[in-house]
């Protein structure tokens, strides 16, 4: 039983310095930005690639907060060599205090230099308007580096 006991806490104790020395070596590739209006609230965290032509996972949220009869939607929006790329409203028609999520990706077309999402009032399938979070950029940039080569 001791024995037992004894590579169990082994175990948790190299477990626990593996999880330290993961964290504190490599950078999180994560981002996440958040828009709120008084009658909604969007968030979204993406994954950057280390080649930023893909965001993969995308998590994209929305809450309808105001009893208005107005629906909300959120949409990730991309920046970079494709252009400004907006991708699909991501929408909840069910009233006050109602929400969605959404795992999806984005593949714009060409380097991804910075994204944001819009988080927009909707009557039916018509956007009445729209507002911005703020800006998620790669969590590394080596452009500053020169090539050795």
């Known amino acids: 039983m001791l024995r037992k006991r004894t590579l169990g806490l082994a175990a948790l104790v190299a477990a626990f310095f593996t999880l330290i020395g993961a964290g504190t070596a490599s950078a999180s590739t994560v981002t996440g930005t ?26 994209l949220y929305v809450k309808d907060k105001a009893p208005d009869g107005h629906g909300v939607a959120v949409r990730l929006v991309t920046d970079g060599d494709a252009g400004t790329v907006r991708f699909q409203l991501r929408r909840v028609s069910t009233g006050s205090g109602t929400a969605g999520q959404w795992y999806t990706y984005a593949v714009p077309g060409g380097w991804i230099s910075r994204a944001y999402i819009e988080l927009c009032q909707m009557e039916g399938t018509t956007v009445l308007q729209c507002v911005r979070s703020s800006m998620m950029y790669p969590a590394y940039d080596d452009s500053g580096n020169a090539d050795p080569f």
């Open 34 to 59: 958040s828009a709120s209006t008084s009658w909604g609230y969007a968030e979204a965290k993406t994954q950057w690639r280390l080649n930023p032509y893909r965001l993969d996972p995308v998590w």
